[in-house]
T-cell receptor
Framework: GEKVEQHESTLSVREGDSAVINCTYTDTASSYFPWYKQEAGKSLHFVIDIRSNVDRKQSQRLIVLLDKKAKRFSLHITATQPEDSAIYFCAASVTGGSNAKLTFGKGTKLSVKS | EAAVTQSPRNKVTVTGGNVTLSCRQTNSHNYMYWYRQDTGHGLRLIHYSYGAGNLQIGDVPDGYKATRTTQEDFFLLLELASPSQTSLYFC?????????????FGPGTRLTVL
């Protein structure tokens, strides 16, 4: 089955700098790649996703890049703020039909220091 | 916005005990999921369902049963709880179709098996 590796287990940046979290996946059939955020002591919520028909997507300060050849995708958070501090999970899925199963990475704990 | 609730929020049981975790979603989503979150392992899928009466096996199903009784309700059953099942459990739901890819997570249930 699909395996998703999240390369940074922890990441520390200064407020205002950019943060980059990298993930790789194994299944070439995967075509949907979401990111979820978990603030301390809270549940997860969706932040951004990308599908395999594009290689870049931006939502405000969040940018997701996808390199299908390398089976790699990344989350870039620009102009980081203290409220960006959280655990970020990447995930991968094969879309279509009833296959709605996500495989998550182990998470990256991002600390934004002011 | 999707509403996913879980009960209980905290549970302590003993080895060999019988535990049922409950999840309810009120957005008429087809898909429901049970995950466990453990430090060093991230989020792992236990079971999921795409409708009442349906059950799909996840990635870490051993020791767990699940039942989807209605569109709204999904239960996770631990019939002989073991200390290795001490974890934070999340339920999630998702709509049907590629345009409804986001999973909505409940607040979590912290289970301790002594």
């Amino acid at each position: 089955g699909e395996k998703v590796e999240q390369h940074e287990s922890t990441l520390s940046v200064r407020e205002g700098d950019s943060a980059v979290i990298n993930c790789t996946y194994t299944d070439t059939a995967s075509s949907y790649f979401p990111w979820y955020k978990q603030e301390a002591g809270k549940s997860l919520h969706f932040v951004i996703d990308i599908r395999s028909n594009v290689d870049r997507k931006q939502s405000q300060r969040l940018i997701v890049l996808l390199d299908k050849k390398a089976k790699r995708f990344s989350l870039h958070i620009t102009a980081t703020q203290p409220e960006d501090s959280a655990i970020y999970f990447c995930a991968a899925s094969v879309t279509g039909g009833s296959n709605a199963k996500l495989t998550f990475g182990k998470g990256t704990k991002l600390s934004v220091k002011s | 916005e999707a509403a996913v609730t879980q009960s209980p929020r905290n549970k302590v049981t003993v080895t060999g005990g019988n535990v049922t975790l409950s999840c309810r979603q009120t957005n008429s989503h087809n898909y429901m999921y049970w995950y466990r979150q453990d430090t060093g392992h991230g989020l792992r899928l236990i079971h999921y369902s795409y409708g009442a009466g349906n059950l799909q096996i996840g990635d870490v199903p051993d020791g767990y049963k699940a039942t989807r009784t209605t569109q709204e309700d999904f239960f996770l059953l631990l019939e002989l709880a073991s200390p290795s099942q001490t974890s934070l459990y999340f339920c999630a739901s998702k709509g049907l179709g590629e345009n409804y890819a986001e999973q909505f997570f409940g607040p979590g249930t912290r289970l301790t098996v002594l």
